[in-house]
């Protein structure tokens, strides 16, 4: 079993930055990829930024691209996605993912990955 718990969702004015962590416990021995996925209220989940647990190769969403960066501390084990430069359309709630299968490159599919947190709400401000 994996666990995947996000934090760090809040209100941000609009150009403002927010850094939001997920911590990974369980059967982390098991992950070949991660990725953030978003999705606001009526709207489907859409792909933000993923990564390989192996090789570390990143990919994000074209909407992102620039602003975003996910990244990983070992030592803690969380993955974060640093958002910079944000916009009214970033407002969703921001799900962290792991995948276990055997395939390693990210994927910016929803159902490329097994695992899933509760979420956490980031909302900006004009």
């Known amino acids: 079993q994996l666990q995947l718990v996000e934090s760090g969702g809040g209100l941000v004015q609009a150009g403002g930055s927010l850094r939001l962590s997920c911590a990974v416990s369980?059967?982390?021995?098991?992950?070949?990829?991660m990725g953030w996925f978003r999705q606001a209220p009526g709207k489907e989940r859409e792909f933000v930024a993923a990564?390989?647990?192996?090789?570390?190769?990143?990919m994000y969403a074209d909407s992102v691209k620039g602003r975003f960066d996910i990244s990983r501390d070992n030592a803690k084990n969380t993955v974060y996605l640093q958002m910079n430069s944000l916009i009214s359309e970033d407002t969703a709630v921001y799900f962290c993912?792991?995948?276990?299968?055997?395939?390693?490159?990210?994927?910016?599919?929803?159902?490329?990955?097994?695992?899933w947190g509760q979420g956490t709400q980031v909302t900006i401000s004009s």
């Open positions: 993912a792991a995948d276990t299968a055997i395939m390693s490159m990210p994927s910016k599919f929803p159902l490329d990955y097994d695992s």
């Open positions: 369980g059967r982390t021995s098991e992950i070949r990829r």
């Open positions: 990564f390989s647990w192996k090789t570390d190769n990143t």
